[in-house]
């Protein structure tokens, strides 16, 4: 977990310990599943997954540079474009369900059941 | 990579094709798409690969799961001849969408670094919230794909943060470099234990194990009844075939670490996926049931990892994707007769087991195919379902866990009582049914999997020493 080549990685960032940056992003992933598990309108909850997928992203961008590794910061690239295609399919069915119920409460959505 | 790259051209060009005034070539040019990539993917039979940049990696094993995936989406595909009919329906959309999804699959099967795992089953999934959604006035399907959709984000995010903890522990997302450093045994950093364990959540919500599986229930059963025959065999094998290479080369060295963890889960999943399966009153929600408890049995022998794990998850998808394909196309036809007759009222499904009630003896083909599947997915010797089970139980019996293999008998037994259900229907109580006209091309492809399912019980070494 030690920076292996010092010269390449800005002296700004070693500053801060990666035991912070792995907080931060723990955190702003654990906001992300509450705000998934507690809260009923549709939109929300897509916000919430993508503040997940943003704190791996942020995880990935602190472990890359700690090890001047790109591979993270590739990763992220992918993270970003997949998650575009699942934002446009995503609300797409939202809007699919708005024009047929008028709502985007998932509470509603109550036909399927055991 | 062959076939990936011909299934994305080919995906294309089946777009185009739409654009004809005839539907009638979609299915044929599909079908035919899926028999190239099916002979071409065998060219590299023997060696291995590394394509890509070293992404993904192709072997004997892989090339044998990629047949079962594309060999399923074949017989799936040819059962799908109900679009041309529907004016509502878009085929040229669907295939197109079926052959992306099969890009996917393909990269779950062969991946080597963990990108391309990521993206395969992001591929793979994001086209089956399309299909699951593609009955677009109809509330239950638009509920199944708005609930498959988020549920199956939030678990891509729970799958990548642990994949960012491995890169954090291992400093490498690629099999080889994760392997080497769990195999060092002093000093594995707690990273490497979280991330692996997101990471498992993540894949085992996708081929749907227990405490993961509160999505299937509702998706199999809103989702068109193509569309979920295809879901539960072709994202099924492709999950456990990643799953599979993923805890063989990268994790071996932890195998203490994961396999009670995986054992726990193998209990529960069969458990609750058979006893909830006996209650059910709908025949698809009944599947839905019966394959998560099959995920159960295909995880036995993972959580019993060892030399003969690969032939019996092999055996075991082919048998169970065979056998599901036919029951759900019996079920298609045996559901759109009575949609024909009665007025189905929102709500009411038409694919109860009353449905099935003297199916058989107006319909003795159609009868005898789904007695076959049923046999089968319940194990009962002489069909392929038996020896599936028989090579699972034997890896956990070699492991020594004699307490999954006690719960996994037991469990097989109540299968037996919710899998006779549709036969007793069918042969013993009356009913009005009657004939069902079955298209020739339909005949073939329901008596080709009763074919394979029974000659595969009889001669279940065919498949051995072949990889």
């Known amino acids: 977990m030690q920076p292996t080549q010092d010269v390449l990685i800005p002296e700004v960032i070693q500053q801060i310990p990666l035991t912070y940056y792995l907080i931060l992003s723990t955190s702003l992933f654990v906001i992300g599943i509450i705000g998934v598990l507690t809260r009923r309108n549709a939109i929300i909850i897509f916000m919430s997954i993508e503040l997940m997928l943003n704190a791996v992203n942020l995880l990935l961008i602190a472990f890359s540079s700690y090890r001047s590794d790109s591979a993270g910061q590739v990763f992220v690239f992918f993270i970003m474009a997949v998650a575009a295609a699942e934002v446009s399919v995503g609300l797409a069915i939202i809007v699919m369900i708005y024009r047929n119920t008028r709502s985007i409460d998932v509470g509603l959505l109550n036909k399927l059941k055991w | ?467």
């Open chain 2, 1 to 467: 990579m062959l076939p990936i790259i011909l299934l994305s051209v080919f995906g294309i060009a089946l777009l185009f094709l739409g654009f004809m005034k005839s539907k009638a070539i979609l299915l044929p040019a599909t079908l035919l798409f899926l028999l190239v990539t099916l002979a071409v993917n065998f060219l590299d039979w023997n060696k291995t690969y590394l394509y890509f940049n070293d992404m993904l990696r192709v072997n004997n094993l892989a090339m044998v799961f990629i047949a079962i995936v594309l060999g399923s989406a074949f017989l799936v595909v040819a059962l799908s001849g109900s679009f041309i009919e529907n004016d509502e329906a878009q085929p040229a959309e669907y295939y197109g969408i079926i052959l992306f999804s099969l890009v996917g699959a393909v990269m779950m099967i062969a991946f080597e670094n963990l990108i391309m795992l990521f993206v395969g089953v992001e591929i793979l999934s994001v086209a089956m919230y399309v299909l699951t959604g593609s009955d677009k006035r109809n509330l239950r399907s638009n509920e199944a794909a708005l609930k498959y959709f988020l549920m199956g984000a939030f678990t891509t995010g729970i799958m990548l943060f642990g994949m960012a903890l491995l890169y954090g522990a291992t400093g490498s997302f690629t099999l080889a470099g994760i392997g080497g450093y769990a195999a060092s045994q002093q000093g594995l950093s707690l990273l490497l234990y979280v991330g692996l364990l997101m990471l498992l959540i993540g894949l085992l919500f996708k081929v749907s194990a227990a405490p993961f599986h509160f999505w299937t229930p509702d998706v199999y059963d809103g989702a068109p009844t193509i569309f979920t025959a295809f879901m539960s065999t072709v994202v099924k094998t492709a999950g456990f075939a990643a799953l599979f290479r993923l805890l063989s080369v990268s994790f071996v060295g932890v195998y203490n670490f994961w396999w009670t963890i995986l054992a726990i889960i193998t209990a529960v999943t069969l458990i609750i996926g058979n006893l909830t399966a006996a209650y059910q009153n709908s025949f698809k929600r009944m599947m839905a049931y019966s394959s998560i408890s099959h995920a159960g049995y295909l995880l036995i022998g993972l959580a019993a990892l060892g030399a003969q794990t690969k032939q019996a998850i092999v055996f075991y998808s082919l048998a169970y994707s065979v056998a599901t394909i036919s029951a759900f196309g019996v079920l298609l036809l045996v559901a759109q007769q009575k949609n024909t007759q009665t007025i189905s009222k929102e709500g009411i499904s038409t694919e109860n087991f009353d449905a099935f009630n003297g199916l058989a003896r107006q319909n003795p083909l159609l009868g005898f195919a789904m007695t076959v599947s049923m046999l089968s997915l319940a194990g009962i010797p002489l069909t392929a379902g038996f020896w599936g089970k028989f090579y699972m139980f034997s890896t956990a019996v070699e492991r020594g866990q004699i307490w999954l293999l006690v719960v996994a008998v037991l469990m097989s037994a109540v299968g037996i009582y919710y899998y006779f259900r549709v036969i007793i229907a069918m042969y013993f109580r009356d009913g009005a049914a009657e004939p069902i006209r079955v298209a020739p091309f339909y005949k073939y492809v329901l008596l080709a999997a009763t074919i394979l399912t029974l000659g595969l019980g009889v001669a279940p070494g065919l498949l051995q020493g072949l990889f």
